[in-house]
Protein backbone atom coordinates (compact mmCIF):
# COMPACT_ATOMS: atom_id res chain seq x y z
CA UNK A 1 0.00 0.00 0.00
CA UNK A 2 2.81 3.07 0.56
CA UNK A 3 4.32 1.85 -2.32
CA UNK A 4 1.39 2.54 -4.57
CA UNK A 5 0.48 5.76 -2.47
CA UNK A 6 4.23 6.65 -3.34
CA UNK A 7 3.89 6.02 -7.00
CA UNK A 8 0.66 7.65 -7.47
CA UNK A 9 2.37 11.10 -5.89
CA UNK A 10 4.81 10.69 -7.74
CA UNK A 11 2.74 10.65 -10.56
CA UNK A 12 0.48 13.70 -9.60
CA UNK A 13 3.56 15.73 -9.03
CA UNK A 14 5.95 14.29 -11.95
CA UNK A 15 3.17 13.05 -14.32
CA UNK A 16 4.54 11.69 -17.69
CA UNK A 17 4.92 14.09 -20.55
CA UNK A 18 5.37 13.47 -24.34
CA UNK A 19 8.89 14.04 -25.31
CA UNK A 20 7.85 15.89 -28.10
CA UNK A 21 4.61 18.04 -27.97
CA UNK A 22 4.34 17.51 -24.13
CA UNK A 23 1.05 16.22 -23.62
CA UNK A 24 0.33 14.60 -20.59
CA UNK A 25 -0.05 10.60 -20.46
CA UNK A 26 3.02 9.21 -22.41
CA UNK A 27 6.11 9.62 -22.51
CA UNK A 28 5.71 9.79 -26.82
CA UNK A 29 2.16 10.21 -28.26
CA UNK A 30 1.04 8.53 -31.25
CA UNK A 31 1.32 12.07 -32.86
CA UNK A 32 4.87 12.14 -32.20
CA UNK A 33 5.51 8.31 -32.52
CA UNK A 34 5.55 8.99 -36.57
CA UNK A 35 8.52 10.93 -36.42
CA UNK A 36 10.23 7.78 -34.19
CA UNK A 37 9.85 5.11 -35.90
CA UNK A 38 12.56 3.60 -36.99
CA UNK A 39 13.79 3.12 -41.05
CA UNK A 40 16.69 2.36 -42.25
CA UNK A 41 18.24 5.18 -43.22
CA UNK A 42 22.34 4.78 -45.06
CA UNK A 43 24.31 7.98 -45.25
CA UNK A 44 28.39 7.30 -46.19
CA UNK A 45 31.36 9.76 -45.38
CA UNK A 46 34.34 8.80 -48.14
CA UNK A 47 34.38 4.88 -47.69
CA UNK A 48 32.52 4.55 -44.44
CA UNK A 49 28.33 3.28 -44.29
CA UNK A 50 26.67 4.62 -41.78
CA UNK A 51 23.45 3.22 -41.09
CA UNK A 52 20.98 4.81 -38.64
CA UNK A 53 17.30 4.43 -38.41
CA UNK A 54 15.79 7.83 -36.87
CA UNK A 55 15.78 11.24 -38.95
CA UNK A 56 17.09 14.10 -36.17
CA UNK A 57 14.26 16.43 -35.94
CA UNK A 58 12.87 18.14 -32.86
CA UNK A 59 11.32 15.38 -31.60
CA UNK A 60 14.54 13.29 -31.65
CA UNK A 61 16.84 16.21 -30.26
CA UNK A 62 14.18 16.04 -26.83
CA UNK A 63 14.78 12.19 -26.38
CA UNK A 64 18.32 12.48 -27.04
CA UNK A 65 19.05 15.30 -24.21
CA UNK A 66 16.21 13.13 -21.90
CA UNK A 67 18.30 10.21 -22.24
CA UNK A 68 21.68 11.49 -21.99
CA UNK A 69 21.46 14.67 -20.06
CA UNK A 70 18.87 13.76 -17.73
CA UNK A 71 19.20 9.46 -17.66
CA UNK A 72 15.43 9.45 -18.35
CA UNK A 73 14.88 5.31 -18.69
CA UNK A 74 12.02 5.78 -21.56
CA UNK A 75 14.39 7.95 -23.51
CA UNK A 76 16.98 5.38 -23.04
CA UNK A 77 15.36 2.59 -24.17
CA UNK A 78 13.84 4.53 -27.05
CA UNK A 79 17.77 5.44 -27.94
CA UNK A 80 18.61 1.76 -27.68
CA UNK A 81 15.40 0.52 -29.90
CA UNK A 82 16.59 3.13 -32.64
CA UNK A 83 20.31 1.94 -32.34
CA UNK A 84 18.75 -1.88 -32.50
CA UNK A 85 17.18 -1.38 -35.34
CA UNK A 86 20.69 0.36 -37.33
CA UNK A 87 21.92 -2.96 -36.05
CA UNK A 88 19.96 -5.29 -37.29
CA UNK A 89 20.60 -3.99 -40.89
CA UNK A 90 24.38 -3.30 -40.50
CA UNK A 91 24.73 -6.85 -39.12
CA UNK A 92 23.58 -8.77 -42.03
CA UNK A 93 26.06 -7.49 -44.17
CA UNK A 94 28.87 -6.94 -41.39
CA UNK A 95 28.02 -10.19 -38.73
CA UNK A 96 29.78 -10.77 -35.62
CA UNK A 97 31.90 -7.44 -35.49
CA UNK A 98 32.69 -5.97 -32.36
CA UNK A 99 31.23 -2.51 -31.40
CA UNK A 100 33.46 0.19 -30.35
CA UNK A 101 31.57 3.56 -28.69
CA UNK A 102 32.45 7.09 -29.24
CA UNK A 103 33.80 8.35 -25.72
CA UNK A 104 32.45 11.41 -24.51
CA UNK A 105 34.84 13.58 -22.49
CA UNK A 106 35.22 13.44 -18.93
CA UNK A 107 33.81 16.34 -17.74
CA UNK A 108 30.22 15.05 -19.97
CA UNK A 109 30.48 12.14 -17.81
CA UNK A 110 31.07 13.74 -14.78
CA UNK A 111 28.17 15.70 -15.39
CA UNK A 112 25.71 12.70 -16.39
CA UNK A 113 27.19 10.46 -14.17
CA UNK A 114 27.74 7.91 -16.92
CA UNK A 115 29.28 6.87 -20.16
CA UNK A 116 26.21 7.41 -22.04
CA UNK A 117 27.41 5.94 -25.21
CA UNK A 118 29.94 3.16 -23.85
CA UNK A 119 26.67 2.04 -21.84
CA UNK A 120 24.00 2.35 -24.42
CA UNK A 121 26.63 -0.32 -26.59
CA UNK A 122 26.89 -2.72 -23.33
CA UNK A 123 22.99 -3.32 -23.97
CA UNK A 124 22.63 -3.12 -27.19
CA UNK A 125 25.50 -5.77 -27.78
CA UNK A 126 24.11 -8.48 -25.60
CA UNK A 127 21.07 -8.81 -28.17
CA UNK A 128 23.12 -9.43 -30.83
CA UNK A 129 25.91 -11.50 -28.91
CA UNK A 130 28.77 -9.43 -29.65
CA UNK A 131 31.75 -7.71 -28.12
CA UNK A 132 31.95 -4.04 -27.27
CA UNK A 133 35.60 -2.81 -27.48
CA UNK A 134 36.09 0.82 -25.42
CA UNK A 135 38.92 1.31 -27.70
CA UNK A 136 38.89 5.19 -28.19
CA UNK A 137 40.07 8.08 -25.95
CA UNK A 138 40.39 11.45 -25.97
CA UNK A 139 44.06 12.95 -26.74
CA UNK A 140 43.06 16.81 -25.95
CA UNK A 141 39.95 18.66 -24.65
CA UNK A 142 37.79 19.65 -27.48
CA UNK A 143 35.38 22.63 -28.13
CA UNK A 144 31.54 21.85 -27.36
CA UNK A 145 30.60 20.75 -31.09
CA UNK A 146 26.58 22.15 -30.96
CA UNK A 147 27.49 25.70 -32.12
CA UNK A 148 30.14 24.42 -34.82
CA UNK A 149 29.60 24.35 -38.82
CA UNK A 150 30.83 21.56 -40.38
CA UNK A 151 34.60 23.27 -41.10
CA UNK A 152 34.86 23.83 -37.54
CA UNK A 153 33.95 20.78 -36.52
CA UNK A 154 36.13 18.97 -38.80
CA UNK A 155 38.76 21.00 -37.07
CA UNK A 156 37.97 20.61 -33.73
CA UNK A 157 38.06 16.78 -34.03
CA UNK A 158 41.00 16.88 -36.05
CA UNK A 159 43.91 14.07 -34.75
CA UNK A 160 41.85 14.10 -31.08
CA UNK A 161 40.87 11.05 -30.62
CA UNK A 162 43.43 7.47 -30.24
CA UNK A 163 43.60 3.92 -29.38
CA UNK A 164 43.96 2.68 -25.97
CA UNK A 165 47.63 1.41 -25.86
CA UNK A 166 46.43 -1.51 -23.47
CA UNK A 167 43.43 -2.21 -25.73
CA UNK A 168 46.07 -1.87 -29.14
CA UNK A 169 48.13 -4.70 -28.29
CA UNK A 170 45.39 -7.24 -27.37
CA UNK A 171 42.56 -5.96 -30.13
CA UNK A 172 44.76 -4.90 -33.30
CA UNK A 173 43.02 -6.80 -36.35
CA UNK A 174 39.73 -6.63 -35.45
CA UNK A 175 36.76 -6.21 -37.34
CA UNK A 176 34.54 -3.20 -35.83
CA UNK A 177 31.56 -1.03 -35.72
CA UNK A 178 31.34 2.40 -34.68
CA UNK A 179 28.88 3.06 -32.62
CA UNK A 180 27.46 6.91 -31.58
CA UNK A 181 23.96 8.00 -30.47
CA UNK A 182 24.08 10.24 -33.54
CA UNK A 183 25.69 11.62 -37.00
CA UNK A 184 25.16 15.48 -38.10
CA UNK A 185 28.25 16.64 -40.24
CA UNK A 186 29.76 13.14 -40.06
CA UNK A 187 33.32 14.83 -38.36
CA UNK A 188 33.14 12.48 -34.94
CA UNK A 189 32.75 9.21 -36.94
CA UNK A 190 35.24 10.01 -39.40
CA UNK A 191 37.89 10.99 -37.09
CA UNK A 192 36.84 7.53 -35.21
CA UNK A 193 37.60 5.85 -38.34
CA UNK A 194 40.85 7.72 -39.12
CA UNK A 195 42.40 6.85 -35.49
CA UNK A 196 41.27 3.18 -36.10
CA UNK A 197 42.54 1.99 -39.16
CA UNK A 198 45.77 3.94 -38.36
CA UNK A 199 45.87 1.57 -35.50
CA UNK A 200 45.18 -1.52 -37.64
CA UNK A 201 41.68 -1.94 -37.00
CA UNK A 202 39.27 -3.09 -39.66
CA UNK A 203 36.22 -0.67 -39.36
CA UNK A 204 33.16 -1.97 -41.46
CA UNK A 205 30.68 0.52 -41.22
CA UNK A 206 28.86 2.93 -38.37
CA UNK A 207 25.40 2.77 -36.58
CA UNK A 208 23.75 5.56 -34.93
CA UNK A 209 20.21 5.81 -33.34
CA UNK A 210 19.52 9.03 -35.15
CA UNK A 211 20.96 11.35 -38.29
CA UNK A 212 20.75 14.90 -39.65
CA UNK A 213 20.03 14.16 -43.13
CA UNK A 214 20.44 17.57 -44.11
CA UNK A 215 23.85 18.09 -42.95
CA UNK A 216 24.97 15.03 -44.59
CA UNK A 217 23.83 16.13 -48.58
Known sequence: MPMQIFS??????????CFGCRELGYSICSQCRQQWNPHLYQSRITNLAIYSSIPYSPIAKNILLAAK???VKSADQLVRSALKASLQELFQRHPSCALVPI????????????????????????DFGVAVLPLLEHRRVIRDQSNLNIVDRRENLAMALSIKPSFHRIYSGESVVIL??????GATISEANRALTRGGFKVQAAATACVALRRLE
Open 8 to 17: ELKYLLFPTR
Open 103 to 126: PSGASANRRRGRDFVNETANSVAK
Open 69 to 71: EQS
Open 180 to 185: DDLVTT
